[in-house]
């Protein structure tokens, strides 16, 4: 069946970056909580190169906003919560209604990765600590583990990850990185408490709010995004404003955002560095649609096997991904250790990306290492001389 609305691919991928923030001049009164808000989720990872990738993700919208502005906006005021989203992600604290069930499912199935002989003692144990306390770590509650790898947690530590399943603990922060617990009832407002959503209906807003965050999607890509199932989404759809289109080139039929279609995307483009974890690239599938590109992260890929780098974050530029790099800092040089570009013009965006990159992270050189095409290397060389010099005026 015929859609009412036909889109070409460069339509398709101008609303996809105008849905994340990406085309058009960026709300900087609204800053980082607005971008939380219209993405909908900000994905953690442990790996900080240039910085963590929850930081790399405003910062690709925003440009220098500083690295304690970005925590403070995030956990300050409780105005998000961390939860299993796409992974485990920042997420606005009007969505903690939207998980509900994901909360339940979590205790119907009665654990997660582990189980404890006396669950309900342990769990006692770290509420009451939580009710006298107030907001904890897991050291502070105890500790992690019990001495073995990275998975042999100790009672304490399995007892408040079930408690924050499903739901009667919230992560308010990460504070070096360890996430901070504390009692729901004292963390999320109480108007968002009251009567919990039916399964069905999480579900369809997050459908929804999906469906904002990138504008244009198919049923596959509206699944991916908080890691639903593609029957959840199909039984949903019809109950969502999404409207059906066509997207040239696309196998798969795909639905809008009503506000995407109702307006032209225009504005201008930001030339940057993603995150690998960006949510406008964590899906494949979808990055090879939407741009021609091949995406992936191989930092957990053996190192003899890697393709592009331990930590390879494309170029953003003119509404195209243009290359690739692999950064690492040393004290105040920021290294290109692996640097790939689709051709001549990808050049001078490639610059701008490195030197707006090295001073946001506090570098005050730029040092090339492995490139391809070795050609562009030295051209490559002069515009970052160039850019940083703008840079630093």
Do not use: N
């Not at 069946?1 to 889109?7: D, E, F, G, I, R």
């Not at 770290?126 to 583990?145: I, Q, S, Y």
């Not at 968002?192 to 399964?199: K, N, Q, W």
Request: glycine share 8%; hydrophobic share 40%; aromatic share 8%.
């Amino acid at each position: 069946m015929t859609a009412p609305y036909s889109l070409s691919t460069d339509e398709a991928r101008r609303i996809a970056l105008r849905a994340q923030g990406l085309l058009g001049a960026p709300d900087r009164r609204a800053g980082v909580r607005g971008v939380l808000r219209q993405l909908g989720a900000v994905q953690l990872d442990t790996i900080s190169v240039l910085a963590r990738s929850h930081e790399l993700v405003p910062y690709a919208r925003l440009g220098a906003v500083g690295r304690e502005a970005v925590e403070a906006a995030y956990w300050s005021d409780t105005h998000s919560f961390e939860y299993w989203s796409h992974a485990a992600c920042i997420l606005p604290i009007e969505e903690w209604p939207l998980f509900a069930f994901r909360r339940r499912a979590m205790r119907a199935k009665g654990h997660r990765w582990h189980r404890l002989a006396d669950r309900e003692g342990a769990c006692a144990s770290v509420r009451e600590r939580l009710r006298a306390e107030g907001p904890l770590t897991t050291t502070e509650l105890g500790g992690g583990k019990k001495g073995g790898e990275w998975f042999d947690w100790s009672e304490t530590k399995i007892a408040v990850e079930w408690l924050l399943d499903i739901g009667e603990v919230v992560c308010t922060e990460r504070r070096g990185w360890k996430r901070v617990y504390d009692l729901t009832e004292r963390v999320v407002p109480e108007s968002l408490l009251r009567g919990e959503l039916t399964d069905q209906e999480c579900v369809r807003r997050l459908v929804g709010q999906a469906g904002a965050a990138m504008g244009v999607a198919t049923a596959a890509d509206l699944a991916d995004y908080h890691r639903l199932t593609r029957d959840q989404v199909r039984e949903a759809l019809p109950d969502t404003e999404l409207i059906r289109v066509d997207v040239a080139g696309w196998p798969q039929p795909a639905w809008a955002d009503p506000g995407a279609l109702a307006s032209s995307p225009r504005g201008r483009h930001r030339t940057t560095l993603l995150s690998p974890f960006d949510s406008l690239i964590w899906d494949r599938p979808r990055t090879l649609r939407l741009f021609d590109f091949t995406h992936r992260l191989e930092a957990y890929v053996p190192r003899q096997r890697r393709v592009h780098g331990y930590f390879a974050m494309p170029l953003l530029a003119g509404g195209r991904l243009m290359g690739r790099v692999d950064p690492a800092r040393e004290g105040g040089t920021l290294v290109a250790r692996q640097l790939s570009l689709r051709g001549r013009q990808a050049v001078e965006p490639m610059a701008k990306a490195l030197a707006e990159a090295a001073s946001w992270a506090g570098c005050t050189e730029v040092r090339l290492e492995r490139m391809e095409p070795a050609e562009l290397r030295a051209p490559l060389t002069a515009e970052i001389t160039h850019a940083s010099k703008a840079h630093a005026v």
